[in-house]
């Protein structure tokens, strides 16, 4: 069974960056979608960026052009750089994966197989 963990997570000032790391227990980014998501309390979980096995990115209109999401398969790290953070970033944010096809990664939660425990952004204004 795949393990991930997220870090990265913390406080900081509207305006700032934060790059999130979610590491797995085995070599699975060359052949999984992986993606972010983020719930913020009183809120639906949402997704953030996904990204192919073969590097293809995606990502949601609030943090396009903001938010960066990337993987080394060798270290078998998945990353989410989040620069120009607002205060509306705040949750608690996911990485998630599947060893389906391209055809199948997107932002549907139910397509997700593995999950990490997530890790808490808070932005402050």
């Known amino acids: 069974q795949v393990q991930l963990v997220e870090s990265g997570g913390g406080s900081v000032q509207a305006g700032g960056s934060l790059r999130l790391s979610c590491a797995s227990s085995?070599?699975?980014?060359?052949?999984?979608?992986m993606a972010w998501f983020r719930q913020a309390p009183g809120k639906e979980r949402e997704g953030v960026a996904y990204?192919?096995?073969?590097?293809?990115?995606n990502y949601a209109d609030s943090v396009k052009g903001r938010f960066t999401i990337s993987k080394d398969n060798a270290k078998n790290i998945l990353y989410l750089q989040m620069n120009s953070l607002k205060p509306e970033d705040t949750a608690m944010y996911y990485c998630?994966?599947?060893?389906?096809?391209?055809?199948?990664?997107?932002?549907?939660?139910?397509?997700?197989?593995?999950w990490g425990q997530g890790t808490q952004v808070t932005v402050s204004s």
């Open positions: 998630a994966g599947h060893p389906r096809g391209t055809r199948y990664c997107g932002f549907s939660q139910r397509d997700f197989t593995e």
């Open positions: 990204i192919t096995s073969g590097d293809t990115t």
């Open positions: 085995g070599s699975i980014y060359d052949r999984y979608c």
